[in-house]
């Protein structure tokens, strides 16, 4: 498996606080059957200052520790970078990194407030010739049925989406775990990956997520979403050439009847 999303590199964003952090997550992540991992620390303009070269300065370090130590996990690096007007410039200036270089990054909305020009920021970096790919939308609490059309959009004009695998499995609770199960259903989803901060709360675990992903999109589909796709951001093949998802009968999947928050009245009778 690969994982696109994770906070691995050491004192740089508030994943990993120090070496012996990032190597316990490592091996956590090797343990996993993860194979290699995209470091992916934040960029937000004003809280984690940090840029392409630094991030890869960051990398060749902690490859050099992860071999020291004899963990056998691949690392290459990405960022998590937060929705800004001059996101088309960072990428292409360089100082804003796309994940191992090629066209595809990570882009980050922001948590507690629907942001203005979204739909233009994503449609800036797509004519720029870049595949933005959408982080955690499930967990974003200004997620609603209002809002869900904007993600469906966004896809529709080539943008991917990202789903923490933790939230398919319920570690960010109900909430985070319906969206996350109806992006599946719809065939929204391009990719899971952990979004890993630590070796504890939030640790690098995929296997777990896949085999959430089977009972809705089935065994190839779900290791599309783990390895397929991934493999083939690293690649940084044209978006025509990689499979998209399937979509699925929600009506058929009973978990995802029920809204989260309802009553037990509510779950019962929808």
Sequence with gaps: MIDLHCHLLPGIDDGARDLDTALEMARIAVDDGITLSACTPHIYPGVFENTADGIKQAVEALRGHLQAADIPLEITYGADIQMVPELAQGLQSQSMPTIHGGRYFLFEPPHHVAPNHFSDILFEVLVHGYV??????????WLDEEHYPWFVEAANKGAWLQITGGALTGRFGKRARYWSERFLGDGLVRILATDAHDPVHRAPLLSEAREAAIKWVGEAEASQLVSGRPEAVIKDLDPAQVPPPPTT??????????KPGGGWLKRLFS
């Design 132 to 141: 933005p790919i959408i982080t955690h939308p499930e967990r974003l609490t």
């Design 249 to 258: 009968n929600l009506a058929s999947k009973p978990s995802a009847r029920a």
